[in-house]
C-alpha cells in the first residue's frame, strides 16, 4: 500500500509581502521589489501584513480547520544565499491554523477524506540564477519575503489519483477563496510530496520527500515512479533511506537529492521581533460570515436547484469562473426561466469543447 502526504506552498493573494511593504507582483525587474526589511539591512524590523493574516484564517475556514487564536511567529535558521535574513520567519509549535480537511471525489462517486493536519504562514526566498553568466551566479531578491501558506496534509493519501485529485481540490478552494491564485506556472503553488509504502494496515514505512512539484501530472508521475522503487528495493531485501529527491520530468524518474544524515538542525525559536499574533473569536466569526460559497456548496446547490447530475455539477464548479458563466446563462438565481440541464449541456459541450479545441479556458 502506498502512503502519501503533501505539504503545500501556496504563496498568499496580498498587494505587499509578509513583512513589508514591498511589491508581490510577478515579473519585474530583478531586485526591483525589494524592501530594506526584505535585504534584511542592519536594524530593520519586520511589521505584520494584517492582510495576510486574514488570508490564512479564511484560507483555514475554507478548509473547515480550527483556527487558533493565539499563534506564534519562529526563526528557522538556515544559511541560504537567497534569503539574506539568514533565517526564514515561519511557523513552527503553534501555528495560525491547526486541524481541517479536504473532501475528494473520485472515479465511480467514491469520495475520500484527507486530513489537514496544519496551516502556517512563512516567508518565501529570492530566487538564484545560475544561467546568465558562466563565472556567477545572481540573486534576485524579489520574492524574498512573499507570505506563503504552508498547509500540511495528514499521510491519508494512497495513490497518484488521490494525490492529483487533492491538490486539484485544495486548488480550486484556494481559488474560489480568493487567498492564493493557484498558478502552479508561476510557482504559487508547489507542494513537497512524501511517499512511502507498507503492508497493507501496518505501521507506516521510511518516507522519501519529493521537493517542490509544480506540475499536478508530474506529481501523479513521480509518485508512481518513487512507489514503485520503493516496493522494488523492499522486495529484493533491501531498505529505504529516508532522503529528499528530485523529480526530473525528462526522464520521468526520481533522484536523491540529499539524505537523512545532512538534515538540518533549524534551532527553532520565538522571532524576538514579532509579538505573538492573538484574535478575538468575533474577527474570526465576522471572516466565517464573510466567505463565499464553495464548490462542494455550489455543487449541491446545482443538483439541488438545477437537477444537474453530480457529474455536471462537478464539471461547472471546478472552477469558479466556469459556475459563474453557467449560472449567467441560466439568467441568475432569481430566473429560472431556462432549463437547467439544457445550459449545462450547452455550456460543457458546446462551449467547452470549442474552448478546448481553440487552447483558451473560460477567463480569457
Ligand atoms: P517535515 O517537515 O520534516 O517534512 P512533517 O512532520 O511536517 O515533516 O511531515 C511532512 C509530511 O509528511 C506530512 O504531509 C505527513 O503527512 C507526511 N508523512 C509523514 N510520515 C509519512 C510516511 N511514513 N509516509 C508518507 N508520508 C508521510
Ligand atoms: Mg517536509
Known sequence: EVVIGLEVHAQVTSKSKLFSGASTEFGGEPNSHVSLVDAAMPGMLPVINEECVRQAVTTGLGLNAQINLRSVFDRKNYFYPDSPQGYQISQYKSPIVGEGEVVLELDGGRTATIGIERLHLEQDAG????????????????????????????????????????????????????????????????????????????????????KNMNSITFIGQ???????????????????????????????????????EEAHDYRYFPDPDLLPLEFTQSYVDDLKAQLPELPDQKKARFIEGFGLSPYDASVLVAERESADFYETVLGGLADKARDGKLAANWVINELFGRLNKEGRDISA
Open 127 to 210: 530566487k538564484l540564477l545560475h544561467d546568465q553568466s558562466p563565472t556567477m551566479s545572481y540573486v534576485d531578491l524579489n520574492r524574498c519575503g512573499v507570505a506563503l501558506m504552508e498547509i500540511v496534509s495528514r499521510p491519508d493519501i494512497r495513490d497518484a489519483e488521490q494525490a492529483k485529485a487533492y491538490v486539484t481540490k485544495l486548488r480550486s478552494i484556494l481559488r474560489y477563496l480568493g487567498t492564493c491564485d493557484g498558478d502552479m506556472e508561476k510557482g504559487s503553488l508547489r507542494a513537497d510530496v512524501n511517499v512511502s509504502v507498507r503492508k497493507p494496515g501496518g505501521p507506516l514505512g521510511t518516507r522519501c520527500e519529493i
Open 222 to 260: 513521480a509518485i508512481e515512479y518513487e512507489a514503485r522503487r520503493q516496493i522494488e528495493i523492499i522486495e529484493d531485501g533491501g531498505a529505504i533511506d529516508q532522503e529528499t529527491r528530485l523529480f526530473d520530468p525528462n526522464k520521468g524518474e526520481t533522484r536523491s537529492m540529499r539524505s537523512k
